[in-house]
C-alpha cells in the first residue's frame, strides 16, 4: 500500500492502534537512545535543517517503529518485513510534519516530498515549492530539483527551478540541477540558456569548474540528439 493512504488508514484507527514513531515511555526506552534523541531535538529546536541531525534522529524513530511490528502478531506475520518498512516510513514522515512546522524548517519538507514524491505529485510539489521558499541560500531549490529528477520528473524540476531560481544569489549548484533537469528532459537549448545564466553570479572564478562541467554535459546532450 502506497505511503500516504496507509498514513490516513492509520489515522482513522481507534486510538488504541499502533503509534508508530511515538516516544516509549521512559522506562522502556534504551537510555543511549533516550540521552541521544534529546540531543538531537534540541539540536533541530536551533536549527530544523541540521541534516546529520535529522538523519540520526530518523534513524531512532525508524528502530523504535520497526521493534513495535512483532512477528508474533497475526496482523502482521505473513508481511512482517513489509509492516516494518512501513512501520518505519510512517515514524519518518510523523517526525518530518512535526520539524515542518517550525517556519524556518526546510530539510524536514524536503525529507516529507521524498517519502510522497511516488504517490502525491501535487502534495510533492507544494513541499518543495515551500521548503525552496523558506530558504534563501537557494539550497533547498537544489535538493528539490535533485529529488525530482531523481524520480523521473524533470519536466517537473524546470518549472519549480524557473520560478524560483535568483542566479545572483543562490548557490550555483541550482544551476547544476536545473541544467541536468533540462537534459534529462530532452531539452539542450534550454540546458544552454541556464548554463549562460551562471554569468549572473557574483564570483566568476568560484563557477569556473561549474561551468566547464556542465559545458561537456550540454554538448554531450546536443551529439546525442544529432547522433553526430
Same mark, same amino acid.
Given at each position: 500500500m502506497a505511503l500516504l493512504p496507509r498514513l490516513r488508514q492509520l489515522m482513522r484507527r481507534p486510538s488504541s492502534a499502533s503509534r508508530v514513531g511515538a516516544r516509549?515511555?521512559?522506562? %522502556? $526506552?534504551? @537510555? !543511549? /537512545?533516550? +540521552?541521544?534523541? /534529546?540531543? #538531537?531535538?534540541?539540536? #533541530? $529546536?536551533d536549527d530544523p535543517n541540521n541534516e546529520r541531525a535529522f538523519q540520526a534522529l530518523a534513524e531512532i524513530v525508524r528502530r523504535r517503529a520497526t521493534e513495535q511490528v512483532h512477528e508474533e502478531d497475526p +496482523?502482521? %506475520?505473513p508481511n512482517v518485513e513489509h509492516e516494518r518498512e512501513r512501520a518505519a516510513e +510512517? %515514524?519518518?514522515w510523523a517526525l518530518g510534519e512535526e +520539524? %515542518? !512546522?517550525?517556519? @524556518?524548517a526546510w530539510y524536514p519538507l524536503i525529507e516529507l516530498a @521524498? #517519502? $510522497?514524491? /511516488? /504517490?502525491?505529485?501535487? !502534495?510533492?510539489? @507544494?513541499?518543495l515549492t515551500t521548503a525552496s521558499e523558506r530558504d534563501s541560500s537557494g539550497t533547498a531549490l537544489a535538493q528539490a530539483l535533485a529529488l525530482l529528477c531523481e524520480a523521473g520528473q524533470p519536466v517537473e524540476a524546470l518549472n519549480l527551478g524557473v520560478g524560483h531560481w535568483r542566479p545572483r544569489e543562490h548557490d550555483p549548484a541550482v544551476a547544476r540541477q536545473l541544467v541536468r533537469a533540462a537534459v534529462q528532459a530532452g531539452r539542450p537549448l534550454e540546458a544552454k540558456q541556464h548554463l549562460a545564466s551562471l554569468d549572473l553570479y557574483p564570483d566568476q572564478g568560484a563557477v569556473a569548474g561549474l561551468r566547464a562541467e556542465l559545458t561537456r554535459e550540454v554538448a554531450r546532450a546536443e551529439q546525442s540528439i544529432t547522433g553526430t
Open positions: 516509549r515511555p521512559t522506562k %522502556a $526506552s534504551r @537510555r !543511549g /537512545d533516550t +540521552l541521544h534523541e /534529546d540531543a #538531537l531535538r534540541s539540536m #533541530l $529546536s +496482523l502482521t %506475520a +510512517l %515514524a519518518v +520539524l %515542518a !512546522g517550525n517556519p @524556518r @521524498r #517519502l $510522497s514524491v /511516488d /504517490d502525491d505529485h501535487d !502534495g510533492t510539489i @507544494r513541499r
